[in-house]
């Protein structure tokens, strides 16, 4: 039978290729893997669970079984992913219209869950991913400040250059010109 686990933490293709690895490693028969969701073939999901918790929590991740949580890992990764597909596809759809509409739930019901089990609001969370991704297209050099807050759904460049001041410290300009790449890794934002 076929056995559906979610995994938190997972934020990257490198940890869908780092997990697939281990479980192989161990003769896991998977079915599918995609950020958060594992599907395993298996006749015994008791004991398939407690060692694939053993083999995430070795490589810094975790199996999550709270419905809230799960919520909260949706949410996360559909923000990663909708960022991470900056530049080329640029945000143009508010995200709690992109949330309720991929999640099909009320936004201010998400957001409840979220900011109490995350300690941060949606949209908090939301700023942060977006300036980690404007650290990245700087370093890039291969657009301008007014480029990278259209790409980011920005109504200006003033917007951003506030958000982006007050997250990091520093102004995008002073940023640009210290050459210095200080980013976060999306797993250690919050």
Known sequence: MEKEFYIKKMVCRSCIKLIRKKLNDEGFNIVSLELG????????????????????KKNDFDLIENPEEKLVEQIKILLIQLVGNVPENPIEIKMSKYLSDKLAQDYASMSKIFSYIQEITIEKYFIKLKIEKVKELIHSQNYNFTEISHMLGYSNLGHLSMQFKNETGVSLSHYKSMGLNFRNSLDRIL
């Open 37 to 56: 969701i594992l599907v395993i073939e298996t006749e015994n999901p008791d004991v398939v669970k407690h060692q694939l918790r053993e083999i995430l």
